[in-house]
């Protein structure tokens, strides 16, 4: 091993393999100059790990919280999953209807949404009306879902020329599987209407096709005001 | 130090969290920034320079944060995600002031810098002030690769996913601020 081949930074991380870390040591016992650099940049690194630790002051979070005050409510994504099949079909139809009025802005709805506001299921409720009530709640939510997802798509596909082709194709991708996802809890759907696994399988899928669309929408919007470091995240989340 | 490959219940909680401040929970953000703040504040004083200026940042940081905490997935720990939105606002900020400035911003692929052989080491030992000094000469990628894993203690696997590098530019980065530091301390020993 001569001098160029010396693994410095390896060295002084010690991150070598024992084999290299033997090699390495040989060649600093006849290498006065590569061992005064190893020991040098040893020395850095230890002393850059006891830097100084200072706290914010005391204030900030006073500042900070009365500049928060003047934001709007944070955009929700994370929102807490439900327990009841009643929830979800709330939370459902909420979730698309946020995306609507404040992701895509552009695309009131055409009527009010109808937002089931009753509680869970009763289970004193007879059998079939069980079934109807939650039918009805699912379909609800379904009809909400596939709005936010037209809305979506239709500013993705609107914008999607200002992707990278690479970025696009793989979304393409991305999206086919969604919906082919889509499609075959649909099928489950119908032939098992009551099945809460089919349910939730479709509106799992119809989920994930709206925040691929939402994040779609994002790195146009971060594209366009000149924001790479943020595009460039979203292009590789988007790319996984 | 905060891992970016969280055990589930560090991302359960994390993410519990973000939901709790995107549903307006009284309390909630104050909770974030009483676990981040500190170290947080820390990493900006040493990319800006100076604590005012570093004051300004992290709210900025905290203020993204709550913005976009809605896009908070629990694919990583909170804490990774918020140095990623601190050391993208951060290196945005240097570079506009580089540019209006007139200077040239670096980039995360330069070549390293020929290290100078010295028969015996230079360094000794290390003056404190003398080190935040040199760190402040460095250029801003290569400063916040090495403030995050020579200060912060993250590994290079961490450091790229921060950045939205590689691995390999990672270590190159903070080889090469080793190198610049070592450089500009030597001239004082």
Known sequence: ?240 | MPSSKPSGDVRSADVELAARIGSGEAGAFEALYRQHAGRLYNLTIRMAGGSVEAEDLLQDVFLLAYRKIGSYRGDASLGTWLYRLAMNHCLDVLRSRQTRMGQVTDSMDEPDAAPVPTPAPTLTTVNRIDLERAIDALPPACRAAFLLHDVEGFGHNEVADILGVSEGTSKSQVHKARLRIRARLGTRA
């Open chain 1, 1 to 240: 091993m001569n001098c160029h081949e010396f693994p410095l930074a390896d060295c002084v991380d010690g991150t070598l393999s024992p084999a290299d870390e033997r090699a390495a040591e040989r060649h600093l016992e006849g290498c006065p100059p590569c061992r005064a650099l190893v020991a040098d940049l040893r020395t850095v690194r230890a002393a850059a790990f006891t830097l100084d630790r200072r706290q914010p002051p005391a204030d900030l979070l006073d500042r900070l919280q009365a500049r928060l005050k003047a934001e709007p409510a944070p955009r929700s994504r994370v929102l807490a999953w439900p327990n009841t099949r009643g929830a979800w079909a709330v939370w459902l139809a909420a979730a698309a209807t946020l995306m609507l009025s404040t992701i895509v802005g552009v695309m009131p709805l055409s009527r009010s949404a109808r937002v089931p506001s009753t509680p869970a299921p009763n289970t004193t409720l007879e059998g079939s009306a069980l079934v109807d009530s939650v039918e009805a709640d699912l379909q609800a939510a379904e009809s909400h879902y596939e709005r936010a997802i037209q809305g979506l798509e239709q500013i993705a596909k609107t914008d999607s020329g200002e992707l990278d082709p690479q970025v696009a194709a793989v979304l393409q991708k991305n999206l086919q599987v969604v919906d082919q996802a889509i499609d075959e809890s649909r099928a489950a759907l119908k032939t098992e209407p009551a099945s809460s696994r089919a349910q939730d399988g479709l509106f799992e899928a119809m989920r994930t096709k709206v925040a691929l669309l939402q994040q779609t929408v994002e790195l146009i919007n971060e594209m366009r005001k000149g924001n790479q470091a943020e595009a460039g995240r979203l292009m590789q989340d988007l790319s996984r």
